[in-house]
């Protein structure tokens, strides 16, 4: 499976931003079937964990999203989105979406939230 991130871009504090992830090259069954992550690089090397979704469609939250950030998926079109409402400058950063079952890992969308 291949996972291919987008939707990133610079906006305001407080506006909003909607990240989709597509699998490519991949099967139904085997994404429908595993969790999808959104992780977050900001300046440093680390990848912390923002959001995920199960293949029931449960979301899991970091404490510091909770509120202002929805997971969702769409298994017919293979994605997965995050909507990002009430951005602050700390969301800064390269979004991520990965399978944790399979360590795949797409490529880095840049989201930049100014003050």
């Known amino acids: 499976v291949q996972l291919q991130a987008s939707g990133g871009g610079l906006v305001q504090a407080g506006e909003s931003l909607r990240l989709s992830c597509v699998a490519r090259?991949?099967?139904?069954?085997?994404?429908?079937?595993?969790?999808v992550a959104w992780c977050r690089q900001g300046s440093g090397y680390e990848r912390d964990r923002v959001a995920s979704?199960?293949?029931?469609?449960?979301?899991t939250y970091a404490d510091s999203v909770k509120g202002r950030f929805t997971v969702s998926r769409d298994d017919a079109k293979l994605t997965v989105y995050l909507q990002m409402n009430g951005l602050k400058p700390e969301d800064t950063g390269l979004y991520y979406c990965?399978?944790?079952?399979?360590?795949?890992w797409g490529q880095g969308t840049q989201v930049t939230v100014s003050s």
């Open positions: 990965m399978m944790p079952a399979y360590n795949y």
């Open positions: 090259r991949g099967t139904f069954s085997r994404f429908s079937r595993n969790a």
């Open positions: 979704i199960d293949r029931e469609g449960l979301g």
